[in-house]
């Protein structure tokens, strides 16, 4: 079996010993199969079609069953169905806003923030959210696989100030246990590193994958360790995610959850607090709301500045402090993310 897989098809052909191997060897990815299990048109069908061929529809079933039937514009549908929208060129919006191949002093590895590493262990997720910034993103030469481990390693072994190494993505719990741990006790070795974390959406999008076996690496770890989610919408929330964000939380874990505001999604004040209640009530808190980044074939889920300072303001003045998120852009050449208010 391989450590180290590049693309959906590769998950698809593994071993499906795990409930959520077997979740993810039987994604949704037929536009077709969506819009007939949800009830929708089907003249939603050739627009989703060729918005797929430039992303591919992936979206896992208990994910979908949490959406409105017969409704196109459920917010989790519009997270992840393909639109003609995307197709359509905007001046602003390009395929790598960020200039992240700048700060890319190795494959797979980005060395943006003083103090933390990012690094894509896989480029695979359980989901493709539409307005992903990495949609255009050349995840395919840009990853070692775990030959071009090493490399990291040394990288961060030469780098003293390297403190924490966050690993994203793709989604790094798509990764099977054996493989993070070999990674996890080779990261071990170097001492400066003290703190690990996760940016995931796995726990929301495929909850089963938080399973006993993942647990206890966890547990083990010699990291001080954070897990940040990323949910958009309270209506993400199942009984089965809750129950996995409360298992982590025993862990002694510091879960934290990051939104993209997003036209059409959570572009109102009483959802972004909803979902900030209902976080809270799984044992997260919110870290940021980001607004999009203009990255090509999103243009339809932008707001003005002027809108999500608007919302984030409601958000101040009606919850607590410690409920209310961040706002944040993310821009190239900074030293740190921009805060809009
Ligand atoms: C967002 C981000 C981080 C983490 O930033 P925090 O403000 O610490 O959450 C690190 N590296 C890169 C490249 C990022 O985009
Ligand atoms: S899970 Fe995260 S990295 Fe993957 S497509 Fe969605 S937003 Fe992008």
Not at 243 to 255: M, V, W
Not at 316 to 332: D, F
Request: net charge neutral.
């Amino acid at each position: 079996m391989a450590y180290f897989s590049t693309n959906i098809q590769e998950f698809k052909a593994v071993n499906t010993k795990h409930e959520w191997q077997k979740s993810l060897s039987n994604l949704i990815t037929d536009p077709q199969e969506l819009l007939k299990i949800l009830e929708l048109e089907p003249a939603l069908l050739p627009k989703a079609k060729l918005a797929a061929k430039q992303f591919p529809l992936i979206v896992p079933r208990t994910f979908v069953d949490r959406m409105e039937k017969g409704n196109p514009n459920d917010p989790l549908l519009r997270q992840i169905l393909p639109l003609d929208m995307e197709l359509h060129e905007h001046a602003d919006f390009s395929t790598d806003p960020l200039q992240e191949l700048n700060v890319n002093p190795l494959p797979g590895l980005l060395h943006k923030y003083h103090g933390r590493v990012l690094i894509t262990l896989t480029s695979a997720c359980a989901v493709h959210c539409r307005y992903c910034f990495r949609r255009n993103f050349p995840y395919e030469e840009n990853n070692p696989g775990k030959q071009g481990w090493s490399v990291w390693f040394d990288y961060i072994k030469h780098n003293h100030d390297i403190s924490e190494v966050i690993l994203s993505g793709g989604d790094p719990l798509l990764m099977n246990d054996k493989s993070l741990r070999l990674f996890t006790d080779e990261l071990a070795q170097i001492s400066h590193v003290k703190r690990l974390r996760l940016h995931t959406r796995v726990p929301v999008v495929l909850p089963e994958r938080v399973t006993d076996e993942f647990l206890t690496w966890l547990n083990q770890l010699t990291f001080a360790t954070v897990i940040v989610i990323h949910m958009n919408h309270p209506r993400e929330m199942s009984d089965a995610v809750k129950s996995a964000l409360l298992k982590l939380k025993q862990k002694k874990i510091t879960l934290l959850n990051q939104t993209v505001l997003l036209k059409g999604v959570n572009d109102r004040a009483d959802i972004l607090c909803e979902l900030s209640e209902t976080l809270f009530a799984a044992g997260v808190l919110p870290y940021y709301l980001h607004v999009l980044d203009k990255v090509k074939g999103t243009a339809h889920f932008d707001l003005p500045d002027a809108t999500a300072i608007t919302l984030h303001a409601e958000m101040i003045n009606a919850l607590p402090g410690y409920l209310v998120p961040k706002l944040v852009r993310e821009e190239a050449g900074k030293a740190a993310k921009t805060l809009l208010s």
